[in-house]
């Protein structure tokens, strides 16, 4: 006989016989938000306190067990019990608890699960603290649990990678006593009535020692400092693990005070508006539709750009017909798709049973008449209008019915492209970043006449690769490229006004980024800029002061980066780590400042970042404005999916409204005494700062 009562919403207590089941329920997640803390403290401590029962075994209902503690919660001021206490409250019980971990236990998840007197896994099930994507610490007891369960090594690589375990490597690491199969709920029951006959052994976490493993500490701090030195939260970990070792309670006090201490950081809010901004750009009507159905996709152009899409296209599980013109660009592709899908085995990322499926799901073939019955076309060919029209007008003769048409063009017009089609509707744009692959940012891009199924369909494919799809309107660059256009003349005018280019990269290496601009342009190829202001030479506003004196004349030299070994920096066969600057490039700088008349000035580092980050800002700002993006936060994710914008920073946006509209209207007014072309105050930031708004309340409005 069993019977069930609610503790609150989210908790209820199943007693069966001699045994209690604790199940929260409080979807999607089942974070521990203030509900679930306080119907688990009420549970624990009814139970104790009535005595009837002699095993407890928690479980959750729903997807997965417990996911961490509720992020939303963390702009909020603390609710008691806070989740320390529950657990605490836990792990005194007298009664034994064992928690049954499915789906995910992550951060305060898994801490509750580490506070019980044992651990199941089901199969299959994860866990993971990854507070440290939050700009957080374990702060639940996970950094004093672990590391005597497990000891301080893996403690602190699960704690500072962030990653997710497998139930089978925990138990190898002691982290959980056992796997099981089954249903939450059965398996609990089962697990609860083993510990009454003694089957199942308990114990409290905190009554293990915590073994000092000097060699990890040591290791770790080294590796933190050369790779992670300007984040907080990481430090922190390495500090309260080592405190295990100590007492637990002291221990229990300095994770705590930790954890208040990241709270308060610009960093941890960095990061939760990643970690939220990463839903909210599909969190949009647009994506939430019917898609079409897609199994079949083709993908015209087997260079970089096309076989990195149908390389992420068949690690996802489509079909992919490949299309070249000629024999020899078809072996190129086909080669080049072989090599990515080895390097994801290397990695891990896909077994080689699986690269072997996808390699046969493959087909390449020579014109665009083997895509008749293909579900989706992404084309990437070369940037020209008339060669994209012309490929797009055969498309619509050739493609069955309701396939839908994409051009993967970064920055030209599909409005364009689709009239040249008898169904626009069937025409959208899905722009990958290189490479595709990897990148994991897709804008997608809604022509006039895009049909609502084909908008979700582009959703729908980026969650199927695994990409985060952002929705941008047709202009010149979309949302990533037209703001990369802008802010990018700023480190030219830096350097020619008197930084040199290591001394830009410098300054935004420190600020986060992982490479400063020059070292971006040499890695992408100077070539690709070159091209773009020759074909634009015509149509430049005449008032503007032009950037690419500098770029020009190292292209001239034939100097086009990495891959010919010398760019700003020279490279020893082709990646020189770290790279050294190329002293002739100076002699450049020198001799354009002489021919323009300029006096180089001196620039602090901050100097350079805030001009730099002022400018990506303005431009931000108009996309913003005219509509091009949806929201401030949909920038955001632009530049931290694809353009390696330091991701504890938030995105451009987020960073804006650290500095506010007010500061930021000063600063262009200030820097625009010298170039007022360049520098105007968009409307929207003044209005921002006349009402003291910011990006966030812009956010809010949708
Ligand atoms: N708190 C609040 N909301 C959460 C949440 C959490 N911990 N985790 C997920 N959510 C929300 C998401 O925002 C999303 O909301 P939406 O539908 O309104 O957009 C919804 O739950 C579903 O999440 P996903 O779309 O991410 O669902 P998936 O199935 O793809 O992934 C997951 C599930 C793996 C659990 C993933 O959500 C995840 O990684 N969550 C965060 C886990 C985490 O960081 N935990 C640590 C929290 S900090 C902590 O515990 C501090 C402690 O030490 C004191």
């Known amino acids: 006989m069993s019977d069930i009562k609610k503790v609150n919403d989210q908790i209820s207590i199943e007693s069966v016989g ?26 624990i401590e009814t139970l104790n306190a009535e005595g009837r029962v002699k095993a407890i075994a928690i479980y959750a209902a729903g997807r997965t067990f417990v996911a961490g503690a509720d992020i939303t919660e963390f702009d909020k001021p603390l609710m008691q019990p806070s989740l320390p206490e529950t657990l605490n409250t836990i792990e005194a019980s007298r009664i034994p608890v064992i928690c049954v ?27 993971g603290l990854p507070e440290v994507f939050l700009g957080l610490l374990p702060g639940a007891g996970g950094t004093q649990r672990l590391p005597r369960l497990t000891g301080m090594a893996f403690a602190l690589d699960v704690a500072l990678s962030g990653r997710q375990v497998y139930a089978k490597e925990a138990l190898d690491q002691g982290a959980i006593d056992r796997i099981a199969s089954g249903d939450p709920r059965d398996v609990a029951l089962s697990a609860a009535q083993e510990v009454v006959a003694g089957t199942l052994a308990t114990r409290r976490t905190c009554d293990l020692d915590s073994e000092l493993d000097q060699a990890a500490i040591d290791g770790t701090r080294a590796m933190l400092k050369k790779k992670q030195a300007h984040l907080v939260s990481p430090h922190l970990i390495v500090d309260a693990v080592e405190q295990s070792a100590g007492d637990f309670d002291a221990g229990l006090k300095f994770e705590s005070d930790s954890f208040m201490a990241c709270l308060d950081t610009p960093q941890r809010a960095g990061l939760i508006h990643a970690f939220f901004g990463e839903r909210a750009v599909s969190n949009i009507a647009e994506a939430k539709g019917a898609p079409r159905d897609i199994a079949k996709i083709g993908v015209i152009g087997g260079g970089t750009m096309g076989s990195g899409i149908a390389t992420s296209c068949l690690i996802a599980g489509y079909t992919v017909r490949l299309i070249e013109v000629a024999q020899e660009g078809l072996d190129r592709g086909m080669a080049t ?69 994409a051009s993967n063009t970064s920055y030209l017009d599909i409005n364009e492209i689709a009239d040249c089609t008898a169904r626009p509707g069937d025409v959208i744009g899905l722009h990958f970043f290189s490479p595709a692959h990897v990148m994991r940012l897709l804008e997608i891009v809604q022509g006039a006449k895009t049909d609502a199924d084909v908008l979700a369909t582009g959703f729908a494919l980026a969650k199927k690769l695994k990409k985060v799809g952002v929705l941008a309107q047709v202009c010149d660059g979309f949302i990533g490229n037209r703001i990369l256009a802008h802010y990018s003349k700023m480190a030219s005018y830096l350097v020619l006004d008197g930084a040199s280019p290591q001394e830009v990269d410098t300054a935004l290496e420190e600020f986060g980024f992982a490479m400063g601009p020059h070292k971006v342009g040499d890695l992408a190829g100077l070539d690709i800029g070159w091209m773009t202001r020759k074909r634009k030479a015509g149509t430049r506003d005449p008032r503007e002061r032009y950037a690419g004196d500098l770029a020009d004349r190292i292209c001239e030299q034939g100097w086009f980066g990495r891959k010919t070994g010398k760019g700003y920096y020279l490279y020893d066969d082709g990646a020189a780590v770290p790279p050294v600057p190329n002293e002739a490039v100076a002699g450049f700088i020198d001799a354009i400042r002489a021919e323009k008349g300029i006096t180089p000035k001196t620039f602090s580092n901050q100097e350079i970042v805030d001009r730099y980050m002022t400018a990506m800002i303005v431009e931000a700002t108009r996309v ?48 625009a005494k010298d170039d007022e072309d360049y520098w105007q105050v968009p409307d929207l930031l003044r209005k921002m700062a006349a009402d003291g708004t910011s990006f966030a309340d812009l956010n809010k409005e949708g």
């Open 18 to 43: 001699d045994v209690a089941l604790v199940c929260i329920n409080f979807p999607p997640v089942n974070a521990a938000g203030i509900g679930v803390r306080e119907g688990l403290s009420k549970a």
């Open 101 to 127: 971990l499915h789906g995910t236990a992550l951060g305060g998840g898994l801490e509750l699960a580490l506070a019980a007197h044992g651990r199941i896994a089901l199969e299959g099930t994860r866990i």
């Open 337 to 405: 798709i072989t090599k990515n899908l080895e390097g994801a085995v290397r990695r891990s990322k896909m077994s080689a049973e699986a690269r072997d499926a996808a390699l046969g799901r493959l087909h390449p073939a020579l014109g665009l008449d083997a895509l008749a019955d293909v579900d989706l076309v992404i084309e990437a060919v070369f940037e020209q209008m008339e060669v994209k029209k012309d490929i797009f007008g055969k498309l619509d003769t050739i493609c069955k019915k309701g396939a839908i048409l």
């Open 624 to 671: 913003v404005a005219d509509g091009t993006a949806k929201r401030p936060v949909d920038i955001d994710m632009v530049f931290l999916f694809g353009y390696g914008f330091p991701r504890f920073r938030g995105g451009p946006l987020h960073y804006a409204d650290t500095i506010g509209a007010a500061e930021l209207v000063s600063r262009i007014e200030t820097y």
